[in-house]
């Protein structure tokens, strides 16, 4: 069964920085793209980032204004979400997605849309 599993959350200070992890199992490698969201309470889901199956093509949600990347390890099978210049406002429970099938699926032309499995997230809390 294909599973996802987020790390690297937790409590950092406005304008730290934070890498989240994502890894995947029980997926055929380079096969599926990989997207992080975020919801604080209370507020509707965000898209932040896509990252392909191959790791070659990555899009970003204007929520992020250039301060997270999104790139696969080199064991293929974790994706990072580097977060920089963290705002308070950036406290949420993120989690990553995956999509799978064509080669529409596993690219980001679809963005944010059609994920197909999720993680069950971590707690990103930005407070001094």
């Known amino acids: 069964q294909p599973q996802l599993v987020e790390s690297g959350g937790g409590l950092v200070q406005p304008g730290g920085s934070l890498r989240l992890s994502c890894t995947a199992s029980g997926f055929t490698p380079e096969t599926y793209a990989i997207g992080w969201f975020r919801q604080a309470p209370g507020k509707e889901r965000e898209g932040l980032s896509c990252?392909?199956?191959?790791?070659?093509?990555?899009y970003y949600g204007d929520v992020v204004q250039g301060r997270f990347t999104t790139l696969r390890g080199n064991a293929k099978n974790t994706v990072y979400l580097q977060m920089n210049n963290l705002k308070s406002e950036a406290t949420a429970v993120y989690y990553c997605?995956?999509?799978?099938?064509?080669?529409?699926?596993?690219?980001?032309?679809?963005?944010?849309?059609?994920?197909?499995?999720w993680g069950k997230g971590t707690q990103v809390t930005v407070s001094s």
């Open positions: 990252i392909s199956g191959s790791g070659g093509q990555t």
């Open positions: 997605a995956a999509r799978v099938g064509g080669s529409r699926e596993r690219s980001c032309i679809r963005r944010f849309n059609g994920m197909n499995y």
